[in-house]
């Protein structure tokens, strides 16, 4: 049975897989975190203090906030400003204004993963161990793994996007 994704018509079915797929790639290191900040045994330490809790949790809101606006590239309000945005509302959304954003932030997502391989290689940070056992390290691994696949998937979307865009504009002009 194929999987049931919404996307506009013209959205190559691969395209709105790998929409839908990128909030769930990001969801499993935010649940990380938030077993973090509730107290349970995911880490050698518990998270300390108010501020770092709410940091932590931020994050977590945050990034699978981003991680969702990727269905726009593949949705009507992708190309259409939804009407109850104030000014905005009911303006056609011009393919650089999402796909600009999109692709600057797969480049810094891409950054970030390409600074994580590094620190981890080079060892930096390791006087300081995140988990304290086997268990804990393996759930780690499982819950941030998932996050290599979001930049080449927002970028593969977001060139999607750009093609579908600029085709129809073109052929709309026509």
């Not at 954003?101 to 391989?117: E, H, T």
């Not at 620190?119 to 056992?133: C, H, N, P, R, Y």
Request: with cysteine; proline share 8%.
């Amino acid at each position: 049975m194929p999987i049931k994704v919404t996307a506009l018509p013209g959205v190559p079915r691969w395209a709105a897989l790998a929409a839908h797929a990128v909030p769930l790639v990001t969801l499993p290191s935010g649940l990380w975190r938030v077993a973090l900040v509730v107290g349970l045994p995911v880490a050698a330490e518990p998270q300390r203090g108010t501020g770092e809790a709410v940091y932590v949790l931020m994050l977590s809101v945050v990034s699978e906030a981003l991680a969702l606006l990727t269905l726009g590239l593949v949705r009507e309000w992708g190309e259409t400003v939804p009407g109850w945005v104030p000014v905005l509302g009911g303006r056609r959304v011009r393919p650089s204004a999402a796909v600009v954003p999109a692709l600057l932030g797969a480049a810094g997502l891409f950054g970030l993963m390409g600074w994580a391989f590094y620190a981890q290689i080079a060892g930096l940070g390791s006087e300081t161990a995140v988990t304290d056992g086997t268990a804990q390290t393996t759930l780690l691994v499982f819950c941030y793994i998932p996050l290599i696949a979001w930049p080449p998937l927002l970028t593969a979307v977001a060139l999607a996007y750009y093609r579908r865009r600029t085709t129809y504009a073109s052929s709309e002009a026509a």
